[in-house]
């Protein structure tokens, strides 16, 4: 037993029988024998990437086949071709092998979940690695990691898959220095949906090459009226919050009310001692029942009865 391949087929021993640790075993012969002296742009041998995509496959509980598959996803090609597959492994590893390269193609979507597993496991080894790539391949792979790849796994309820997978890429897409003031300005938004919109930004600001200062300029301009709309749902808790301590007494909006009333009294006694008399009789009376009506609303007094018994 290879040493390489000993980690995984420790890890399948209590789910496969003899002949499935058998062939996982005669599936990584075939791929270390096909991707000898082949190099990773890490410098690792080529086989550490399948056995890392198969243990992946292991760990999700995944069958002899599609681990297997894992192992082999790589190797058809350069003098190795699928009817060879199919007669060494069989039709279903061969038809998965088949169907995963048939996705890299921009083939539609198969209707085996296995086949999604694997690009979603193969996916996942390639952005662990991602540092190794090209700034441009990097930010490329990252995009369509996000675009696709973590939708998929969400679909499969592969919730860590998804999460981490989304870290990765955002670690590698860089919106710039003028985001800073994007996220300063995202700070009147609702704390439950400013995550979700810096993140939309920062990948949107990624993909844009030249001009990001205008991109910045406009973002900005629109923030005001998406917090606005974001903010409308909140409005009548946040009126309450800030109106309760303000009629927590009576006394206290009369402590607001009084510089200013008593001016308006005193400017209009000037010119008018009636007008100045009947403001007084009309206005603070209305203040008063406002009061009562709003610390009734927020729950602060409760309303009198004003009927007969």
Not at 25 to 43: D, Q
Not at 55 to 76: E, G, Q
Request: charged fraction near 25%; glycine fraction near 8%; aromatic fraction near 8%.
């Amino acid at each position: 037993m290879e040493t390489t391949i000993g980690p995984l087929l420790g890890r399948l021993a209590d789910r496969f029988d003899d002949g499935d640790l058998k062939l996982v075993e005669r599936a990584y012969r075939r791929a270390a024998k096909h991707h000898a002296g082949h190099l990773r742009h890490s410098g690792d041998p080529y086989i550490s990437h399948p056995i890392e995509v198969a243990t992946l496959a292991a760990t999700a509980k995944a069958d002899a086949a599609t681990v297997c598959a894992a192992l082999l996803h790589d190797i058809v090609g350069a003098g190795y071709d699928l009817d060879v597959l199919r007669a060494e492994f069989g039709a279903e590893i061969a038809g998965l092998v088949a169907s995963v390269m048939a996705l890299d193609q921009g083939g539609p979507t198969p209707s085996d979940q296995r086949v999604m597993l694997l690009k979603l496991f193969d996916r996942l080894h390639n952005m662990r690695t991602i540092e190794h790539l090209p700034p441009r391949k990097q930010r490329l792979k990252s995009l369509n990691t996000l675009e696709w790849f973590v939708p998929v796994a969400r679909r499969l309820d592969l919730e860590p898959v998804a999460v981490e997978l989304e870290r990765l890429a955002h670690d590698r897409l860089d919106p710039g220095r003028g985001f800073m003031a994007v996220r300063a300005a995202s700070m009147v938004f609702p704390s439950s949906a400013r995550d979700r919109y810096l993140q939309e930004w920062s990948v949107q600001f990624a993909e844009v090459d030249g001009r990001r200062g205008v991109y910045i300029i406009e973002t900005l301009c629109g923030v005001p009226g998406m917090a606005v709309l974001l903010w409308r749902p909140h409005a009548r808790v946040l009126i309450r919050k800030i109106l309760t301590p303000a009629f927590a007494t009576r006394g206290r909006p009369w402590l607001a009310l009084a510089p200013f009333l008593a001016w308006v009294t005193y400017q209009m006694g000037r010119s008018s001692l009636a007008d100045a008399f009947a403001f007084v009789l009309t206005i603070p009376p209305a203040l008063s029942a406002l009061i009562t009506r709003i610390r009734i609303h927020l729950g602060l007094e409760r309303e009198r009865d004003t009927g007969n018994g």
